[in-house]
């Protein structure tokens, strides 16, 4: 069973000014596996995603709404009520970073910490 989660950004709407005023998210859970890196042929650690999650896999106690896109595919959609008033990515992976650590039973993989300095 995969313990590591992480998210995609479906799409990121922004107003005139450049605020963050709707997200929607696709939430994933994979395992990291030591695969060949293509260069040099040496195992590295590589996060591998295993399957997209839905709402009923995620905890209830996430912000915003559950939806579906136009393929039918699980998102979750936050807008400026749920997230505040932000403008960049590196505060929207922040908020995403919070919604996913709301699922004790995955861990978020490192590679979307924002990294501060």
Same mark, same amino acid.
């Given at each position: ?30 395992? %990291?596996? =030591? ?20 709402? /009923?896999?995620?905890? @209830? @106690? ?11 595919? %699980? ?6 009520? =749920? ?5 960049? =990515? ?6 995403? &970073?919070?919604?996913?650590?709301? @699922?004790?039973? /995955? ?8 990294? &501060?300095?």
């Amino acid at each position: 069973m995969s313990q590591f989660c992480d998210y995609k950004w479906w799409f990121v709407r922004r107003d005139d000014s450049g605020k963050i005023t709707e997200v929607a998210v696709r939430f994933y859970e994979g395992d %990291y596996q =030591d695969l060949p890196d293509p260069l040099t042929q040496e195992l590295v650690s590589t996060y591998v995603r295993s399957a997209k999650l839905t709402d /009923k896999e995620l905890p @209830n @106690n996430l912000k915003g709404k559950a939806g579906k896109d136009s393929a039918e595919n %699980y998102a979750h959609f936050y807008t400026a009520k =749920d997230f505040g008033d932000i403008s960049t =990515d590196d505060e929207l992976r922040e908020f995403c &970073n919070g919604e996913l650590a709301k @699922n004790e039973s /995955k861990t978020p993989i490192t590679e979307q910490e924002v990294k &501060n300095g």
